[in-house]
């Protein structure tokens, strides 16, 4: 059996040996017939501006420019017969034929549009995020696209930064198995498959961590805290096999990531032994000239020279290369190292053996069908996260009459969240429509709109800007108020749905607090108020601290922005037929004061200690976070058996396994995700407080108990030690085993010399 699996590796190894030799031999041949402005040209993505243009440039003069050879790659082209046009240009009027590539940002779905990524990683289930770019990349490849800038995978502690929203919050564990799976979704098992996408991993680097939250700034973070707290989201993502890279808009060390040849050269093309495309962020090159690294062609040669490949919409490469080869600023080689890496990717993508591979106008038919939907309604179930559940108040009997309040609880454009550039907001599903669809008689459903997302025009100026999101409504505050509180009088339950418009968070989305809008929290305590029991649907692009609307809420189901069949996945959790099982990735603060605000933080010196002045600690709040890292509560109870080890102690070389039993000691069927944590007792740089190893999604049925089982050897014990090498270090670990980080059964065993 062995010798056939090692005969079946080398006859593969070999395979892909071959199959290498045959695109260098191909992309050499191809080269030597190119001028230097056609190598140029390649080095070249535009965007004609439709979609959504997230610079203050777009392209030009486009036809003319791909006709002259000018173009590598096109995005914001979407659907088969305008991606059909350019193509047709670039195949048949260029000199060499060589075909273009179309990108876009396909983040958390195409048109069929998912949870945001941020509610996608709540359902820590790899399997189905995997699937999710399954569908994505088959829904993008029937309307012409074969390159999606996604995943997004820049680890977040601050919530501020509205682009929490894009990504898998603020655990690089969790994040790495968050990246590859979406890897690996995208790109199938052949890059050349008409329905898979080359993905693009993105913002390298630490693009995740601006000072202050407020988006584009700069990010300053040490060596150890680099590699152990935020880089292994885009190993994980470099070893699955990404075929594309994107930098990111911030410095890292004072160098703008885009001209950081350490970044790009040093540590992922030779540390990490990437080999694919590496491609800017919008305009980042031409921003480094804000960034005062000096003038567009002493940036440009800089970024090339530092390991860029593609310039995404600023045209720096192609305005200013040839000055600077000419000057000697740059070499050919730089030159023909960047032409390259693009047509390589051309070429893994199938398009030189048929630049029309993905360019099918009878796969219309694969966009937006039922099962994608179907699916689309599912994942969003999973992405929920149930923060509190007093009394069992939720799942709602479908007898049981409803008041249904707030801004976003008849609302469609808001549904798809921030990043959804292809979807249609009109398509999706409001919570009315979903719990109309499902309760027992449509009169048991009474709607008040109740409050506006903002009263503050200047905000939802700024949320409005891709389409109407935040409408302030004509009548007062108060007469709206009024009418929500006397439907909730008359009701059983009130559900409120509350939370930010899509375009609160996102890009250039930062805010400094938050909380929910001063229209809501009041529209909130005029329905606590009531006495009758209040359940709070929240959707939102980021944590937001709750701590002024927690304790009146009979639940708070917490749903993100859920997407295209928002409202039919709520309408199923608040009636049950699904029963939550999402944790947050991401810690909700106590007060925006406290951020950031992580489970893993350190323990410092001076431990918290109530009784002791002169400890850690906030004299207004707790140091903690409202709801933890891990949380989410179910239908039914979960309990957690003492951890079992089996041994005391183990070598470098060796193995323990540490198991816990889950018993759903409920009444209901539902999911839990066992978490296993480890605590480094002592090393030779201070640890975080525990940190994320391991976890299992479950799925029990009531009263059902399972042995759950976690190898853990010396890989899930290193980090990377002053001296940079990636070392466990022989002492004392603890393991933490439960349903959330902070409510965990532990053990102790000891890694010998
Ligand atoms: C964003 C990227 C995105 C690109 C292209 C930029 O502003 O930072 O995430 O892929 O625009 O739309």
Redesign the pocket.
Known sequence: MKKTLLIAAVFFSGQLIAQDAKMNAFITGLMSKMTLEEKIGQLNLITPGSG?P??SVVSTDVEGKIKSGKVGGM?GVIGAEKVRQAQDMAVNSTRLKIPLMFGS?VIHGHKTIFPIPLGISCSWDTALIRQSAIVAAEEATADGLNWV?SP?VDVARDPRWGRVSEGSGEDPFLGAQIATAMVKGYQGTSLSDKKTVLACV??FALYGAPEGGRDYNSVDINRTRMFNDYLAPYKAAVDAGVASV?TS?NDIDGVPATGNKWLLTDLLRRDWKFNGMIVS??TSVNEMVNHRLGNLQEVSAQSIRAGLDMD?VGEGFLTTLKKSLDEKKITLADIDRACRKVLEAKYKAGLFEDPYRYIDENRKNEILTQSKRDFARMIAAQSFVLLKNNANALPIKKTQRIALVGPLANDRSNMLGTWAVSGDPQLSVSVMEGLLKQTASPVNIAYAKGANITDDPSLAKQANVFGMRAEIDERTPAAMLEEAVAIARSSDVVVVVVGEASEMSG?AASRSDITLPASQVRLLHALYATGKPVVVVIMSGRPLALTNIVDGASAILHTWHAGIEAGNAIADAVYGAVNPSGKLSMSFPYSVGQVPVYYAQKTTGRPMDPNNKFSTKYMDVPNGPLFPFGHGLSYTQFTFSDVQLSASSMTAAGAITASVTVTNSGFRDGAEVVQLYIEDKVRSITPPSKELKGFQKIMLKAGESRTVRFTIDASVLKFWNADMKFVAEPGAFGVGIGGSSADLKTALFTLTK
């Open positions: 959504i997230t610079g995005f940002d800038f997004m993105k913002h994107m808009f962020d919008y995404m890009e």
